[in-house]
């Protein structure tokens, strides 16, 4: 059985803040992907990143920086110089097998105060 | 880049009806799933559909759901008689292949059951 787990369902930050949104994930494969999307408040699912159980090198992409860790099952996501566009729900997100079957947290609301 | 399209974006229905909530997946794309969140909470798998049949479905997805792709472009989900519990937003998705690859979301069809 996979399973995520967003302890922190809601954050406030002031903008300029930097903020972390933990995920820590249970599964017994041992290949699988673990992905973050987020949903503004339109309601739509934006794909923000992906990656691989053999690939543990942190990711940066402008303001956003992923830390994975094998060791502790984590997968956690930084705003850096958080801005209000980027308040919105943020899922953090499992899967493994052949059919893609995803297994989301329950969700991270970020509201960034201007 | 290409899209998942859903229509309509918003449907309502009475209690008992029959809807159809319509998706068109990446053109090249085998595989295709529905999702659906409940409002304020997580997005929870209904069904994976590939080389035209089911590949995998969750609970959730009952008697009452059927899905379908009749020709060759559209992929569509059936909820035959409608509950008010089916109140939710419904995320059709797909993949060009099973692996190395992340689900490319829909917008979204926010169904209202009154």
């Known amino acids: 059985a996979q399973k995520v787990t967003q302890a922190q369902t809601e954050i406030s930050v002031v903008e300029k803040e930097d903020v972390t949104l933990d995920c820590v994930y249970e599964?017994?494969?041992?290949?699988?992907?673990l992905f973050w999307y987020k949903q503004p408040p339109s309601g739509e699912l934006v794909f923000l990143i992906r990656?691989?159980?053999?690939?543990?090198q942190n990711e940066i992409s402008g303001r956003y920086s992923w830390n994975f860790q094998k060791s502790t099952s984590s997968f956690n996501f930084t705003i850096t110089a958080s801005q209000v566009v980027d308040s919105a729900v943020y899922f953090c997100?499992?899967?493994?097998?052949?059919?893609?079957?995803?297994?989301f947290g329950i969700g991270t609301k970020l509201q960034v105060i201007p | 880049e290409p899209e998942v399209t859903q229509t309509p974006s918003h449907q309502v229905t009475q209690m008992g009806q029959e809807v159809i909530l319509r998706c068109v997946p990446i053109?090249?794309?085998?595989?295709f799933y529905w999702y659906r969140q409940i409002l304020g909470q997580k997005v929870e798998f209904l069904v994976s559909?590939?080389?035209?049949?089911?590949?995998?479905k969750s609970e959730i997805f009952d008697d009452q759901f059927s899905v379908e792709r009749p020709d060759g472009s559209n992929f569509t989900l059936k909820i035959r008689s409608t509950k008010l519990e089916d109140s939710a937003m419904y995320f059709c998705?797909?993949?060009?292949?099973?692996?190395?690859?992340?689900?490319?979301f829909g917008n979204g069809t926010r169904l209202t059951v009154t």
């Open positions: 998705a797909s993949l060009r292949q099973a692996k190395n690859s992340p689900l490319h």
């Open positions: 053109s090249n794309h085998l595989y």
């Open positions: 599964t017994r494969d041992t290949t699988y992907y």
């Open positions: 997100a499992l899967t493994s097998g052949g059919y893609q079957k995803v297994t």
């Open positions: 559909f590939y080389n035209n049949e089911i590949s995998e």
């Open positions: 990656r691989n159980s053999f690939d543990e």
